[in-house]
């Protein structure tokens, strides 16, 4: 059965990138979804387990806050509560077709939801004529898509949750087993070594300016990266990450899209530059050696 599928994308490839565009679609909609919920879930969780440590009694909590989850309840329009149909959930056309608006009460819908679904229809394009009709594909498509949902969480939020970084960490390790994208002694040393590098930067840091520089979270991000393409990536992906944060910073500065001393994100140029890293970083790496 798998080889018959296999086979038909081999022979049909327009069969295969159309599947690609349709999954990335698919699933940057329900990246909006996790990107909204996740945060507000560890909120509340958090807030129960402060309240149990200390022996209070339970905070009183919305209900809809009470019962949710990246399932339930379903979606709704945030200002009248209108149930979205299945048929203006459709990814990128429903929005078109409703104009931006919502069907009931006329409350403009946020452009980042076509947006989230376009990018991550091209990315998973992108990922699967790289990788072609292969396991890694799928493997790269999940990577993929998680990395999305870090870097909209820590736009929003500051914020990298564990539920989604230490997961990431242990399937990179994992994969290294059946040398997936690299072997095992690559992946473990890459996990140790991109921890401990940005946890270095950040005591340094803290120690010469007495201020925090970054969050645990891109800590544990990094050693992520670190497992799934293995140590001798790790110097390419900390260049390209803060040379395009730099970058991105500075414009933000120049234009008064930020303050300076607001703080600004590391993550999102993390998972830019370790996606660059497991697509095209073997090929990035030669180049860069062919020139030396």
């Known amino acids: 059965m798998l080889e018959n599928i296999t086979y038909f994308f081999q022979s049909e490839p327009w069969a295969f990138y159309t599947l690609a565009l349709f999954l990335g679609l698919s699933f940057g909609s329900f990246l909006n979804v996790v990107a909204y919920r996740l ?48 048929w203006e959930n459709i990814p990128v056309i429903s929005y078109l077709f409703l104009k931006a608006k919502c069907s009931s009460c006329g409350t403009g819908i946020s452009f980042q939801y076509p947006a989230v679904e376009l990018l991550t229809a091209l990315a998973s394009l992108t990922v699967a004529y790289t990788f072609g009709v292969t396991i890694q594909t799928v493997l790269a498509l999940l990577f993929t898509w998680v990395l999305i949902a870090l870097t909209l969480i820590d736009i929003k939020k500051q914020l990298l949750p564990d539920d989604i970084t230490l997961p990431l960490l242990w399937a990179g390790i994992l994969l290294s087993f059946f ?113 030396l």
């Open 179 to 291: 040398n997936i994208f690299t072997d095992l002694t690559s992946s473990v040393i890459g996990a140790m070594a991109g921890y401990l590098i940005l946890w270095s930067i950040y005591h340094l840091f803290k120690l010469l300016t007495k201020k925090e520089g970054m969050g645990f979270g891109d800590f544990k991000l990094l050693a992520a990266l670190g497992a799934w393409v293995g140590f001798e990536y790790l110097p390419q992906i900390i260049l390209v990450s803060s040379v395009v944060g730099s970058i991105i910073g500075i414009s933000m500065l120049l234009i008064g899209r930020t303050k300076q001393q607001q703080p600004i994100p590391f993550g999102p140029y993390l998972a830019i530059a370790g996606w660059i890293a497991l697509l095209w970083g073997e090929t990035i790496n030669s180049t860069y050696l062919s020139f």
């Open 39 to 86: 945060p507000r879930m560890m909120e509340r969780d958090w807030k129960l387990e402060c309240h149990e440590f200390l022996e209070l009694d339970p905070p009183e909590l919305e209900t809809s806050l009470a019962s949710l989850s990246l399932a339930t309840p379903a979606s709704a329009c945030p200002n009248c509560g209108h149930k979205i149909r299945f």
